[in-house]
């Protein structure tokens, strides 16, 4: 099994572009998950995709996120227009039915410039 | 408001000796936690759980103790080792179908 996979691994944009961030979960796993990682806040949660139908969206910080999930192996993660306070690592994670912990992506480090 | 909280930011221990991370959680409703260790350019990955009808749980070298009545738990490793070095996430299983996760703690071991 090749985990969790993202795309990009970095990603370089300028203020006011938009970003697309891609994840491709875990045969099998139901739930797929967005976290975004940053010094002060740890590991906060996004938004998190149960069968595919979005289940909790109220960590996306403001209408400049979008998540969509089409279908059961592929999700994306839109930010238009970014902006240099969204600078972070992103992670997707993927988790079993019924499991209690979650597998993670290597994530993907943005930066806005 | 943190529901789970991990105050060090970081930890230094020397080669050998034991490593202590402690996180603390508000919401009594939490009933399942997680220790997840990460390395630097990788996602964190699982390292020991403890449901909360246990006070602790052991994998080799690494022990997790849990005080609910102080909603405290506290991963320890022993000996630690220059490998160990990482950012160690406390997380917290509720009624909703999500992980909470704790700030990190990055702990240095230095041979």
């Known amino acids: 099994d090749a985990g969790v996979i993202q795309s990009p691994r970095h990603e370089v944009t300028e203020m006011g572009q938009e970003v697309t961030l891609r994840c491709k979960p875990i045969s099998g796993h139901d739930y797929l998950f967005w976290y975004r990682q940053t010094m002060m806040r740890g590991l906060e949660l996004l938004i998190y995709f149960n069968n595919n139908v979005p289940i909790d969206d109220s960590g996306m910080p403001e209408d400049r996120f979008s998540a969509k999930m089409p279908n059961a192996s592929f999700s994306t993660l839109k930010i238009q227009p970014s902006e240099p306070r969204d600078s972070a690592v992103y992670f997707c994670?993927?988790?079993?039915?019924?499991?209690?912990?979650?597998?993670f992506g290597s994530g993907t480090r943005l930066t806005v410039v | 408001d943190q529901q789970v909280k991990q105050n060090s930011p970081s930890l230094s221990v020397q080669e050998g000796r034991i490593s202590i991370l402690n996180c603390d959680y508000t919401n009594s409703m939490f009933d399942y936690f997680l220790w997840y260790k990460k390395y630097p350019a990788e996602g964190p990955t699982f390292l020991i759980s403890i449901s909360s009808i246990k006070d602790k749980n052991e994998d080799g070298r690494f022990t997790v103790f849990l005080n609910k009545s102080a909603k405290h738990l506290s991963l320890h490793i022993v000996p630690s080792q220059p490998g160990d070095s990482a950012v160690y996430f406390c997380?917290?299983?509720?009624?909703?179908?999500?992980?909470?996760f704790g700030s990190g703690t990055q702990l240095t071991v230095l041979p």
């Open positions: 997380a917290a299983w509720g009624s909703a179908r999500q992980l909470t």
């Open positions: 994670a993927s988790s079993r039915p019924r499991a209690y912990g979650y597998t």
